[in-house]
């Protein structure tokens, strides 16, 4: 909680620390790079640094949140850094969030929703006037200064419509909103296809208004061993579990201590690749009715749940979902649910998805899953939300605004490549070089007085260059007669041809080619 009140560490800071320190809750810390780590929070290399950056400076406590120390392999070769956060002491407040939130939600949604969590944790009455003097604007003119309440207000709409929190309106003390932050959002509770669901089971722990907090008189106790989870993060007798995004080699991390097995009332740790989530099936690699047991009794079936929406959209290219990781697949539902919730129709990114897949080899593409995220989903156009690729959704014309910037962008390209050409750039001086051959014979254009490559030395008249003889040969109604050409070519260094010359440069192709090739080397 240090790190969510305190104005000084940005939104993004929060965002990196709660990912580090999911992976680094391992005995060998957090290895992963910082393109990895990025690539997980779907954010940019540069953001992550700046946040990574910051937790690893002194803040205006002192206190350091984040060390760094550098790794290099047997060879010499650099590898990515291990990475480790600061163990809390018991007199910190500290709030235990998912790392799924820091994946799903924006830097600042998650520090909004990690203040509501603390809030909901000690059961202190939040109002949105609270959550925005906890959140500061920390670039702009604004810099340090807290946000207005109806800034906070739209976050929280924002959190309750990715189903991370639910707002009970005015069901709090003296008419305030109550906020229940979930531990996994509610889309993801509801019962998936081909999944049993439970219905005995409540959708959420909270109680409700005016219930209190405890059980009925002469039910006993309300428990009769403290809860890993709510204890301190350096209680040696919580779980631990690997990180979201990475990959279970092996057998999982043993407790430092032996614990008894858990019953089916209590919950793990808020990581997803816990053994103690629920297991989810997908309907593109698995039918309905395959077994989701083995014969041991563990689960066996895939560990990845999409809509049926989502489902249908992809459907131009489920070939290629299919040869992808769950990770992968997991992102890629994720930008499609996103673009969806932005508004764009489902026949739209499945046009989409189908236009571009026709005009792609299947064969070439060696990476199915950056093809479909960089190359598929994306939208291509100009700033109209309509316009898709050039061409207008709603109506199926040509966008006129697009058509003006390739008009401006052709019209650039042009005038930069005449100034190019109109640049006389000086050469220095060499040395001179004994030639074998002679020299090319350079003249003076009698109209412009511009430098001219002369052909034909034996020609008495001294030529004109390109622009001028184009100028002088357009007002001539008539071509000009054979008698002015030569008909036999004087070679391409003087000492004559027996070929036949070519228009007005009295030389034949074969000659010509040449003089032009020793002129230009």
Known sequence: ??????????????????????????????????????EYLGLSKSSVERGMTQLMRPGPDGVVELSSTRRSLPGGNGTSAVRR?????????????????????????????????????????????????????????????????????????????????TVERRAGVRGRHHFVAHDIPAAAQDAACGQPSSTGVAPSSTSGPGEGSGSSAGAGSLATMEEPRTDRPDDERALFSPAVGEVQV??????????????????????????????????????????????????GGPGLTISARVHAVLEPVHRLYRQTSVYMQRRIAREVGS??????????????????????????????????????????????????????????????????????????????GASTLSIVR??????????????????????????????????SAAPRCRPCREEHEGGRAGGPSPSEHPEVCAGWDGSGCTRPALGSTGLCVRCRTRRMEWAAS
Not at 91 to 109: C, G, K, M, N, Y
Not at 340 to 364: H, K, P, V
Not at 379 to 403: M, N, Y
Not at 437 to 456: D, F, H, I, K
Request: charged share 20%; with cysteine.
């Open 1 to 38: 909680m240090r790190l969510v009140a305190n104005p000084h560490y940005a939104d993004v800071a929060v965002t990196v620390y709660v990912k580090i320190a999911a992976l680094a809750s391992r005995p060998e810390g957090c290895t992963a790079a910082t393109v990895t780590i990025a």
């Open 250 to 299: 092996g057998e999982g991390v043993e407790n430092r201590d032996a614990q008894p097995q858990h019953g089916t009332g209590e919950g793990g740790l808020a990581l997803r690749a816990d053994d103690h989530q629920t297991p989810l099936t997908t309907p593109l690699t698995e039918p309905s009715g395959t077994p989701l047991t083995n014969r041991a009794g563990a689960y």
């Open 85 to 165: 956060t600061r163990p809390l002491s018991a007199t910190e407040r500290f709030v235990w969030i998912p790392v799924a939130a820091s994946e799903d939600l924006t830097p600042r949604q998650l520090r909004a929703y990690a203040l509501i969590a603390y809030a909901q944790a000690q059961k202190i009455p939040l109002t949105e006037s609270q959550i925005a003097g906890a959140l500061h604007h920390h670039s702009g003119q604004r810099a340090g200064q807290p946000l207005t309440t109806a800034a906070a207000g739209e976050i929280v709409d924002e959190l309750e419509a990715t189903r991370w929190i």
């Open 426 to 459: 000086p050469t220095p001086a060499r040395v001179p070089v004994p030639r074998s051959t002679p020299a090319a014979p350079r003249g003076r254009c009698p109209e412009c007085g511009c430098a001219v490559l002369v052909l034909n030395p034996a020609a």
């Open 339 to 416: 673009q969806l919730r932005s508004g764009i129709d489902d026949a739209r990114l499945r046009q989409r998805l189908e236009t571009r897949l026709c005009r792609t080899f299947t064969d070439e593409i060696r990476d199915p899953g950056r093809w479909i995220l960089g190359v598929g989903l994306p939208r291509w156009g100009c700033g109209i939300f309509d316009c898709e690729a050039g061409v207008l959704w709603s109506s199926g014309r040509q966008c006129s605004v697009c058509e003006e910037i390739v008009r401006d962008r052709c019209q650039g390209t042009a005038q930069s």
